[in-house]
């Protein structure tokens, strides 16, 4: 059965750091792209962030607009795990946040582009 299990969720002052991980049983996820989403309360799911597979580097990744230059994804293959490191939190990036994994597609941004989900983890940044 394959799972996603996030953790390092928690509060947080403004400004400060976080460092999300996902841990992935199962399968193994070479060769799919990894994400993370979130959803704060009363919105819609949105996308943060994905780092897609590379045969010749520790993958290649994108970010929304939103947490470009303050998030930083990472993943490492051999633990089958993917991190979202959040620098420079602000209140506005409370939400539950999300792991998702899925075979490589140009739609990064889109849910339905994710095969497998977790079941995510608190956010909250206090101000």
């Known amino acids: 059965q394959v799972q996603l299990v996030e953790s390092g969720g928690g509060l947080v002052q403004a400004g400060g750091s976080l460092r999300l991980s996902c841990e992935a049983s199962g399968r193994t996820f070479s060769g799919y792209m990894m994400a993370w989403f979130r959803q704060a309360a009363g919105k819609e799911r949105e996308f943060v962030a994905v780092?897609?597979?590379?045969?010749?580097?520790?993958?290649?990744?994108f970010y929304s607009d939103s947490v470009k230059g303050r998030f930083t994804i990472s993943r490492d293959d051999a633990k089958n795990t993917v991190y979202l490191q959040m620098n420079s939190l602000k209140p506005e990036d409370t939400a539950v946040y999300y792991c998702a994994a899925g075979p490589s597609s140009r739609n990064v941004s889109t849910q339905l582009a994710y095969d497998y989900w977790g079941q995510g983890t608190q956010v909250t940044v206090s101000s």
């Open positions: 780092v897609r597979w590379s045969r010749w580097s520790s993958g290649l990744p």
